[in-house]
T-cell receptor
């Protein structure tokens, strides 16, 4: 079984400040980890993924995430948030032996000007 | 590349009627397509997985006779909500796996279904 936890329903930051969205996961084997962003009434847009290799993954729009195996975490970060980053963010995981993705509950990010 | 489209983007139907939602992979062949349902400000719930030319695999609790899924070609999957009820109103999102990148699912823009 696989699962994802996003412990924060909402994250509020001021524009220009660092942004962190937390994610922890549980899988039976080695994980593939993903971050997606969703704007209102839109589908999911891919931000970044961890498959293997370097634990620090860089993705779209200045986002990055760090895979931490010992803490089973994959937190999303952006050094300087923009108002346009305000959206709903989903962390997802799948076991390498399965194609099904399990999604976290989502975190709503609000960046105030 | 790896674009997935959905049609329609919004649909309103009357209770008791059926509605079909199409999911197309525009520039790659989708060996597997997934259908999700999303309630407002909630996560995506996987409804079913379909492979081209075979019957869909439904997740536990999803009525296969109500949500008919057809994956007739490598670029098209359809979800038909039969005898729709107001509680079926939701945002339906499809995704597709295939092409050169075997790790990712590519998501469609979603379809907002409202049953009156």
């Amino acid at each position: 079984a696989q699962s994802v936890a996003q412990p924060e329903d909402q994250v509020n930051v001021a524009e220009g400040n660092p942004l962190t969205v937390k994610c922890t996961y549980s899988v039976s084997g080695n994980p593939y980890l993903f971050w997606y962003v969703q704007y209102p009434n839109r589908g999911l847009q891919f931000l970044l993924k961890y498959i293997t290799g370097d634990n620090l993954v860089k993705g779209s729009y200045g986002f990055e995430a760090e895979f931490n195996k010992s803490q089973t975490s994959f937190h999303l970060k952006k050094p300087s948030a923009l108002v346009s980053d305000s959206a709903l963010y989903f962390c997802a995981v799948r076991d390498r032996g399965d194609y099904k993705l399990s999604f976290g509950a989502g975190t709503t990010v609000t960046v105030r000007a | 590349g790896a674009v997935v489209s959905q049609h329609p983007s919004r649909v309103i139907c009357k209770s008791g009627t059926s509605v079909k939602i199409e999911c197309r992979s525009l520039d790659f062949q989708a060996t597997t397509m997934f259908w999700y349902r999303q309630f407002p400000k909630q996560s995506l719930m996987l409804m079913a997985t379909s492979n081209e030319g075979s019957k869909a695999t439904y997740e536990q609790g999803v009525e296969k006779d109500k949500f008919l899924i057809n994956h007739a070609s490598l670029t098209l999957s359809t979800l038909t909500v039969t005898s729709a009820h107001p509680e079926d109103s939701s945002f339906y999102i499809c995704s597709a796996r295939g092409g050169t990148n075997r790790y990712e699912q590519y998501f469609g823009p979603g379809t907002r279904l409202t049953v009156t």
